[in-house]
């Protein structure tokens, strides 16, 4: 009779375990999950006031990229900044940011680093900076599992930067 | 006999139990993860229009001689800040998720441009006072000192598909928006004139 009472606590023990990782592992995903959606959100931000201070500039200026990397939330790792200029606005191609800046039209030429007024991108441009990173699942990485997708965010905005001669 | 019968019932009422908690937990999940997409869909939208009307108004602004209309560049200087508008709107707004289940995305990205009379307004006044701005003000003689853009985006975010256009009756959506506005002023216009 008690053998069999400990049977039936073991077995109850056991389902209780059973839905309690289960319960445990829908948790986490949902963690998981939000927490993807907000480093999303979160580095587009970070990406687009880097934009902002890129138009301001019309170059871009190593603290920037220092600055983006710096900001990046929740697993974001081995981020690149890139930014590319296209003088002409009206060859601006909105499809094209999905793409790599490397792999970009010849429209788009590489924005260079702030060394002076040659090479800054004219005010009325438009100015595309792109943050490309690895974003580490946080959730999977506690567990000893290492998972990571490669995400691009990028960010347009149309340069105001004061040329040389302006006041 | 008895004892053993209410011990396959009681069991399998645990089980229904635990089967139903995990059922939630499910929906839970999928709500959350609808809940997050909303949020981050929203936020690239606003994020977008505001971009476009800081994009739209440094073109109309490099297009138009202090709301001066000479020519009618200030038509002109609409229609190249609309068409900037409409660019940067859509390279921003590009990158939405989509909710569970779900593969439309709410803006794609298209070579097609927003349009229409309500996406971009160009206001313009005589002072920085709202109550004052109007588009009959842009491109007169005088001119003005004060020019407001104003961007409306909106757009559908598919949330369960019934029907394979989130237009239709039958599907699930809701309507996402943005609307921002972006401000120059020229006082250097009056002190000129005085």
């Known amino acids: 009779m008690i053998r069999r009472r400990d049977k039936q606590s073991g077995q109850a023990a056991l389902e209780t375990l059973i839905v309690f990782v289960l319960w445990f592992a829908l948790v986490m995903l949902v963690v998981n999950v939000m927490m993807i959606i907000a480093a999303l959100m979160l580095n587009q931000s970070t990406v687009t006031r880097g934009a902002q201070q890129v ?13 983006i990397a710096a900001r990046s ?5 081995n981020i690149q900044v890139r930014a590319a200029v296209v003088e002409d606005p009206a060859s601006f191609d909105p499809a094209a940011v999905r793409e790599p800046l490397a792999d970009m039209s010849p429209e788009y030429t590489a924005l260079p680093a702030c060394e002076g007024a040659a090479g800054q991108a004219p005010s009325g441009s438009v100015i595309l900076v792109q943050a490309s990173y690895d974003q580490h699942f946080l959730m ?5 599992f290492d ?8 960010a347009a905005v149309v340069s105001n930067a004061l040329e040389e001669g302006s006041s | 006999m008895l004892a053993n019968l209410f011990s396959r019932r009681f069991r399998g009422q645990v089980a229904l139990e635990a089967l139903l908690s995990i059922v939630l937990l499910l929906a839970f999940f999928f709500i959350m993860w609808a809940v997050g997409v909303a949020i981050h869909n929203q ?9 476009a009307a800081q994009g739209a108004l440094l073109a109309y602004d490099r297009n138009s001689y202090r709301g001066v209309d000479v020519n009618g560049s200030t038509a002109a200087a609409k229609e190249r800040a609309t068409d900037i508008a409409g660019r940067v709107f859509v390279a921003n707004a590009c990158g939405m998720i989509a909710a569970p289940f779900v593969q439309e995305v709410p803006v794609d990205c298209s070579d097609e441009l927003p349009s229409g009379p309500r996406f971009v307004s160009v206001a313009c006044a005589d002072e920085l006072n709202d109550a004052s701005f109007s588009e009959a003000k842009c491109g007169t003689d005088q001119g003005s000192k004060a020019t407001r853009v104003t961007v409306n985006a909106e757009a559908l975010q598919p949330l369960w598909l019934v029907s394979a256009d989130p237009s239709e009756s039958g599907a699930l959506s809701y309507r996402l928006t943005g609307r921002a506005s972006a401000y120059s002023y020229s006082p250097s216009a009056e002190a000129e004139e005085e």
Do not use: Y
Request: overall charge neutral; proline content about 2%.
């Open chain 1, 147 to 154: 998972a990571s997708v490669p995400v691009t965010r990028t």
């Open chain 1, 55 to 67: 138009a301001a500039l019309g170059c871009l200026h190593d603290g920037i990229a220092e600055e």
């Open chain 1, 140 to 144: 999977l990485n506690w567990f000893g």
């Open chain 1, 73 to 77: 939330v929740f697993g974001a790792k």
């Open chain 2, 43 to 51: 936020s690239r939208m606003q994020t977008a229009t505001q971009l």
